[in-house]
């Protein structure tokens, strides 16, 4: 049985939370594995240090900073609302060591520039995450020791199956330890203040109830804040138009490298490295051969096929690793009905638009509230009043009532730069001249974020 | 001629800008003053430091702060908008001493717990502020030496008259250089990080345009996030219940000294003493004599008050240095109708309703957007397009439409705590059990600010 | 007995600590009291706000920073060094309200201007302090709840006479909860950065011994920065020669009252008003009249004897309000014999040199190794390593070994800055111009401190 | 001719700047360039962040902040110290774009894991810095483009032979704008304090003169702070066990890799792909073989090597990508006679020593003071004083003087750490008895770095 403390805890110093406190040898063993080492070789934000150079942080830190959010507020709970009986709504101590390996596993199974990868070749990763934690790897090892069914609990949390709601919302919901984790990491890290909010109030009000975790009224405007600091990191950061453009760029320039191999000879598929096969090769990923994936493995092939035969898959690869982005026009009433004949132009101009151009949707749920006629579990913030009933959120802040339910910050058509200096012939004048007008408007008129 | 530059600029270490930085003769004289170094003497937030106690700056580093802004925008304003001709919309070089004189002077005028002052002594120190300006001072003959006219200028400009709006407009407009300085002041004394905002970011993109001033669109997400910082700041700081608690005593006991004042014989007032004479004889006070009050004046007398032979004016006095706030409900539907019957619970308990009770309104513009038919100045916050458009704030945030106009906070009715303990008899004991349920769920159900 | 556990902590919002947690009835009460809030009107650093007008705090937030420091060392001593039997050099559990009052009274008999105030007047804050916490007190009150002799074993705390050497250490000593408290607290108000280090490291690595207190050598590096910041602190901040210039005037000028009072006829004694006078009959003060006197009655007598028909006195007042500091040099070899002449010349240019000229020592002692012949308490800071013997600091850090041991930092003379501009006759004008160019090349050899 | 102004200037959000404000075309180009952009893929601090897991921030950030520091002075010095005439001591505007173009470049030959790569590979960091400003690459394009001579003047600063001594000095001395950013942005990304200083208060007291740049007398605490800060983020970041550990394993994993790659036969050079192979085969890299190589260079490789037949290489392939340093033990008197008996007894645990151990100092400079009879440009850190005389700074600084010189910190024997877990035959017992207990009292009696 392992899951005794360590006699002298262990920290790692971290620049959000100071200190990182180890205290249990199950926690410091999962770290020490292959699978939590390799999330060193993971960034974070993938493509967004690309506009703001300081977010260049990994997956690592912020899987042991989500880790220290848990650990402050099960220490909390156990001190204030520890549990007599089962299901009084009150924090049962013996789920305090699941509650930590689910917030410092909750990202395991991330790759590099997930979102991106996973789109184009069908991987999952919250699937992987399951399936490291229960499959044959030093994580699983570990967590059998704690017990024979503790892997499939741990993999439960993540999968919001477990029982017990309030170790589940603590991992997954609106204002759980990831969310809080990324915000202020993120925020530190790009150098914007828009991510800061005030976490240990937020910790401090924060309760266990029979439904899962509310919050004393208390701390209202804490959680506001943290919901408009939310709301503002997306518009903001995550989705900056110049970080869109890079991202649409590796699509792009994967998609390319994929079909080259997909379509060549055998003794022609050298160009794409042993680690890369397995993935390129369209079969299911071994749990083993994407662990071997990083950040590294992308970007050194991506290095090599700056000069692969191939016009485009050098080209995008160049563009990709010089930073040349695709610049954007955002799509309105005014803009959309131009789009084809854009194509067109961008075809024109030499450039294929299957890879130079492409329409790209942000968009995110800043606020969700409580739908009661809507059959899916609880996902509001609710404020714990003294005579046991709740407030959700939007009810009391007319800030979050205000971006609360699904927002489209903006579609946005990318297209080469370069496009911009042609000189068309006579058929396409008029596109050109229309469309370098609308350039002009649509930069004027859109709030441009962080430089 | 006095608007020569010094050889070296001096500076003040600030905890907000680092350093603020002097440059001119005018501006070092202007605060070696007499008028100018007695804002040491007044605090910036009055009663507000005695729930934050980190909140005990006074108006002088305010002050020089926002002389701080004001340098650091001409400079800006110098640099890329230096005008070539009148009135062309650009920024004329000779405003910057005139704007500079005006930011530190602003609050010149202010005087020891200014609202709670104001309001009883039927003061008002903005029109105290022109006087000291043009008035028989040190700061006018300061002014004075750089032209007979500057005085009267440096006043137009507090007094909003004067004809460029440019230079009125950074003086007082709802993001002007007085606000940005309290904001982050008065956030980084008390401690809370609610009024944060990023001013490198609003002051890069802030112009000069022939309407006064206006902003670059990619400013806009920090100018929101401003305005909801200054909102937040009003909710949680400036309006907070326990130092309206202290402001009410405090205007019932000076209100209290000042009828036994007027009510004594000659020979009996001597516990008002000399400085505070000129102020309570109800005359009008002249600038001499305004000058001479300050915080500590007032502090010292309640003192001295602690033991005046009237059981209301020592017993306030105590009250009020010993921090014994009376406590609030707030007034709703359900409360309204129930006051008169408090007011009377209030007197059965032997205090005296006039001085132990209050009803206090907190209310406060968090934005005011453009009223095309009103006929008044512009007063919302612009954004310039390229093409010379302006686009209103409110129009481009959803967060800042949802919180403009005039709000309310709260009203609440102020009694003392000692009441919740009285025993009443029969004739009253349904009053006061009614109004013991109602504060205990007045307490749950309202989003307690800060501590 | 008063014990006891408060149900819901309190905090109090903290811009050092950002939340002081108040979780006992005694430490509420204590806050509560009169003699605790009268910390409000005491500025933590007095004349030191004249020069880093940032720093304006009161003693009020102070004391409640040590408290909480205090209270975290004791919650993570019980966590990890609870004792199991008597003197074995680990923590008792129950010293932990005893440390926690000792911590937030340390200061309680601290006056305005303490400094100027003991020198002058002959008292003595430490044992004030004492006084105050076994005197007819509210505070005596409150402590004599938890049991009879417990004000007596505070008071013995701040006596260094406690039994419990750890306990004595925690309060005072080299590294105690006073000065890291006031080193952060003085940083941040002021805006410097030299008070900085790392608390956290530093109390994690604290340990009780059987002598004391002592540190695991992994704070070793934490510990010297911490040495190292308060070194430059006191060079930087709280030695600063424009401070000096005030206290220097503050004091002359007090000294000049209290001799006007002492020979003036009874009728005219009213320049001192009633709180003053207890201090300047000289006879030893009241604790009840102590407790009267805080910052504001002093600037208040201050602001009136600005017109006050003793011409010493008035301009005196009216330098020291309008912050017209004594300019000063440096006693060094080239600039002492000069000295006598020098007063000799500011009384011909018509100033009393008894109260127009001073000679000021700054010394302090910035680590206080062990002398091991010397017959008195252990004051070093020691490491403690596995096998239990010690290391003392300045034999692990050359940095603070160059600087162990007492240090005057430097000496000056005071005059005022108006003798720089006199056109002395012939009989002068040599002594004039060797003390206008000593003057100059003060300056310029000086390392000039802050602003 | 390019050296044109930008009509807006752009700026780069920065952590430690807040922005970085670029107003020439050519910086903005320099930037753009294929070269600079590969900067973003070699991270600042190497393998420090296996310890400090916050430090994975590259070379792009620190280039562009060391770039912003010179933007500043030279904006302050143009301001302040406008040149009249050549040679006069003050600043020549003219020498503007070059200081920028320098300072933005300085790192621009730097490689993947530098030091243990230039060790290794015998490549020259400088070196390569020349020869890609110098040779053909769009760094050269676009400064040739300002004139055909300046490439060679941007290499000549570098390499510290260009004529204006303020200009070198800014680029490469004991305060540089290399030196400054790196200290800031180190301890931001570590989390650490120590690397903390006041650089506003630096860069307004620093002047040029005649012999290069001085710093005015109020300048000197700050300037020592400073020199501190470096000397502590050395002791504890820079030389942390743990990274010397990891640096160790990396060296013997590259050492052992080329071994292997020129043993083996043409077709089993297949594991050492494309972008290495220039590397491995011994010849002088080409400044475009080595621009190819990166931090994912290396790591891929690496990667892949986990599954190399060599049981070395993929061992230590192993250890390293999972992050399990050697251990190690300080060399002291005690220690230095063991060490061959523990050489000898790794060996018997079956480890090759050539391979698993080392011996490995850290050493620094942390200030250099002035040797006068030393024939070497000046280096010391010089204060001036008004009647044009200099003081050296160790002469002001009683912690300086403690430190100046050259330190070794300390010397280390490393091993693998399985080694403690063995259990010798009777032969070994003894060694490894002693072993034991020295590794023991070491961990005891050394101060711990960082966590």
């Known amino acids: 049985m ?68 848990a650990r402050r507020i099960t220490e909390h709970f156990e ?78 949390v993540i999968a919001k199956t477990y029982p017990n709601p309030q170790v589940v919302q603590l991992i997954s919901s609106q204002l759980d330890v990831d969310r809080m984790d990324y915000l202020l990491r993120d925020a530190y890290f790009t150098g914007t203040k828009y991510g800061e909010f005030d976490i240990d109030r937020i910790l401090r009000t924060m309760k266990p109830t029979v439904t899962g975790i509310a ?27 110049v970080s869109r453009g890079m991202e649409v760029l590796l699509e792009h320039l994967l998609h390319r490298a994929r079909e ?41 092939y991506i290095n090599m096929w700056r000069n692969h035969p191939d016009a485009i898959l050098s080209d995008l690869s160049r563009r990709f690793l010089d930073r040349k982005p695709l610049k954007s026009i955002v799509i309105d009433d005014n803009t959309a009905p131009l789009l084809e004949d854009l194509e067109k132009l961008v075809a024109y101009a030499g450039y294929n638009p299957a890879y130079y151009t492409a329409r790209n949707d942000a968009y995110d749920l800043p606020y969700d509230d409580y739908k ?48 911009l200096n042609i000189e068309p012939d006579e058929l396409f004048a008029d596109t050109f001249k229309t469309f370098r007008s609308y350039i002009h408007n649509n930069a004027l008129t859109t709030p441009n974020p962080e430089s």
Do not use: C
């Open 260 to 300: 080259l191999y997909l379509n060549a000879h055998d003794s022609e598929r050298d160009f794409v490295g042993p680690l890369l096969q397995p993935l390129f090769s369209g079969e299911s990923l071994s749990v083993a051969d994407y662990l071997k994936l990083d950040d590294h493995v992308f970007m050194t």
């Open 79 to 156: 001190q204030y609302y520890a549990s007599k009986e089962a299901n009084d709504g009150l924090w049962q101590a013996d789920e305090r060591l699941l509650t930590l390996s689910a917030a410092l596993l909750h990202d395991i199974g991330h790759g590099a520039f997930s979102h991106t990868f996973e789109h184009l070749f069908n991987t999952d990763h919250e699937a992987m995450t399951r399936a490291i934690i229960t499959g044959d790897t030093e994580i699983n090892q570990i967590l059998s020791q704690v017990s024979p069914d503790f892997p499939n609990k741990v993999a439960s």
């Open 215 to 241: 919050f004393d009224i208390a701390g209202m405007h804490a959680v506001e804040d943290y919901v408009v600091s939310r709301y503002q990191m997306y518009l903001q950061v995550y989705f900056h138009p």
């Open 2 to 69: 392992l899951s005794e403390k360590l006699l002298n805890e262990k920290v790692l110093r971290d620049p959000i939370h100071n200190f990182v406190h180890i205290q249990d040898r199950v926690i410091l063993d999962l770290i020490n594995t292959t699978e939590f080492q390799r999330l060193r070789r993971v960034q974070q934000l993938g493509i967004t240090g690309s506009v703001f150079h300081g977010a260049e942080h990994s997956r690592f830190g912020h899987s042991v900073g989500a880790y220290e959010i």
């Open 372 to 419: 009661p006629n809507v059959a899916k579990p609880r996902t509001q913030i609710d404020f714990l009043l003294g005579d046991g009933t709740h407030r959700e959120l939007s009810e009391l802040s007319p800030l979050v009532a205000a971006i609360k339910g699904q927002v489209s910050f903006d579609k946005r058509f990318f297209f080469p730069k370069d496009m």
